[in-house]
């Protein structure tokens, strides 16, 4: 086994190599670093893309405060390496490790795999190889750690059935309490690995691949499902926490410019708009919201806390929370006169949108986001986002008369039934975008 000292004297010998070293030191602000040999359980959460990414992510920051809350358990972090580094470590044999405390991922009772999009499945399987942790579950023994997966990616587990030990399907917040606690009966009642597994099993929203057979159709969708022991549920039915809990406050600092250098604090959870494209919205129902003043007092608590110059508050459809306008109003109350750039992102194409953000104008620097996704009105209606033309032009032309000048549209391209027209469409909403925009510069 690898000890932290060993990793931390050949990471010496190569961080010097490699693009933004920054990304595999840790030591960021607000990291929790607990005594490794007073915790019970320990366990790495893993966010198979680069640093630069990974930290932002939000699931990962609640989790990792979650379990940090604990007492009895610690979590500590670690993130894909690119490809320079994944070279270096493979050549110099270093395992992929911890950023807290530089202990190899293979020490720990239990690895979290976060999964918000399918282009992190061969992530996963690499980090398990740099990590010596056998890829396939079935080769793994006493040894080897447990391997868990979840987020909206694993909500269709069966990719990578053969390489995660149990997904949770649903959300994380509670589940993971139970999970820890099974994981540490593998200590302290000296459990085996097959008895740890079946209790995983037993808790509900959590799928274990091993104890369930799946019978495909020849377009390798799922026919069927049996269980092979009567203890498991059929379905698994996905996990929901009925209210939020308190939103992270002690946001890590990364230590380099990363996608999302800003305070994230989600307002409200779930969409019931339906959308076609949108696995998200499906995924998150039913909606939940939090109180105004929960959300503003957690923000200024994190701004304190981390220092960052940016607020953005997330949900799926911004306009659609209750008190959005209340909550508006609170926040740039609260801030007012601070250098704090605040975003309400995925507001809906109304005017509505535009008052809205004309509230925050003090703390607003930029332009407008506006997402038609399809540049006709028969696309539009195929995907269940139907918006006319004309009230597409119409928001626009009401962020161009209160002094606004950068409008940002976006579209997808590659729906089912999108014909070259639809395509060619794009171009020609935006020149008449592009075209208001002229009458009130003139």
């Not at 269980?227 to 002690?250: C, D, G, H, M, Y």
């Not at 129902?285 to 953005?312: C, H, M, Q, W």
């Amino acid at each position: 086994m690898f000890t932290s000292e060993h990793i931390e004297s050949q990471l010496d010998k190569i961080l010097l190599q490699v693009q933004k070293p920054g990304r595999y030191v840790g030591g960021e602000l607000n990291i929790v670093v607990k005594d490794w040999d007073q915790v019970q359980t320990k366990v790495a959460l893993v966010f198979p893309d680069i640093y630069d990414i990974g930290v932002s992510n939000v699931g990962l920051k609640i989790l990792y405060d979650e379990i940090n809350q604990r007492e009895d358990a610690l979590a500590e972090r670690a993130y894909a390496p690119w490809t320079d580094m994944d070279a270096l470590m493979r050549e110099h044999g270093i395992p992929l490790y911890s950023l807290e405390s530089k202990r190899p991922l293979s020490g720990f009772d239990l690895i979290g795999f976060s999964l918000p999009y399918e282009t992190l499945y061969t992530n996963t399987l690499n980090i398990l190889d740099l990590s010596g942790i056998p890829v396939r579950s079935a080769d793994r023994g006493e040894s080897h750690p447990i391997i868990i997966a979840g987020g909206h990616a694993a909500t269709n587990p069966e990719p990578m059935h053969a390489f995660i030990d149990a997904f949770v399907i649903g959300e994380g917040e509670e589940v993971i309490h139970e999970i820890l606690d099974v994981v540490q009966r593998r200590k302290t009642q000296n459990t085996s690995r097959e008895e740890t597994l079946l209790a995983l099993a037993k808790i509900r929203g959590v799928y274990v691949p091993k104890y369930y057979h799946v019978e495909y159709m020849d377009d390798g969708t799922v026919a069927n499902v049996t269980t092979l022991r009567e203890e498991v549920a059929n379905p698994v039915i996905k996990r929901i926490v009925a209210q939020l809990p308190l939103p992270p406050i002690k946001f890590i600092v990364p230590n380099i410019e990363v996608v999302h250098n800003r305070v994230s604090v989600e307002i409200m959870r779930g969409c019931t708009r339906g959308c076609r494209f949108c696995q998200a919205g499906m995924i998150t129902r039913p909606v939940r919201e939090r109180s105004v003043d929960e959300i503003v007092d957690a923000a200024e608590a994190a701004i304190n806390a981390t220092g960052f110059e940016e607020l953005a508050l997330l949900s799926l459809s911004s306009s659609d929370f209750t008190y959005v306008v209340e909550l508006v109003n609170k926040v740039s109350k609260r801030f007012k006169g601070r250098k704090l750039t605040i975003s309400l992102p995925s507001l809906r194409i109304e005017s509505v949108s535009v008052d809205l953000m004309d509230k925050l104008r003090e703390h607003y620097s930029g332009g407008f986001t506006l997402a038609p996704e399809a540049a006709t009105e028969r696309m539009r209606r195929i995907i269940n986002k139907f918006i006319p033309d004309e009230d597409i032009i119409n928001t626009t032309r009401e962020i161009y008369r209160r002094g606004w000048t950068t409008i940002k549209l976006y579209f997808m391209i590659g729906h089912p039934s999108e014909t070259l027209e639809d395509v060619q469409a794009i171009a020609d909403l935006c020149k008449r975008v592009i075209h208001e925009a002229a009458k009130w510069r003139a």
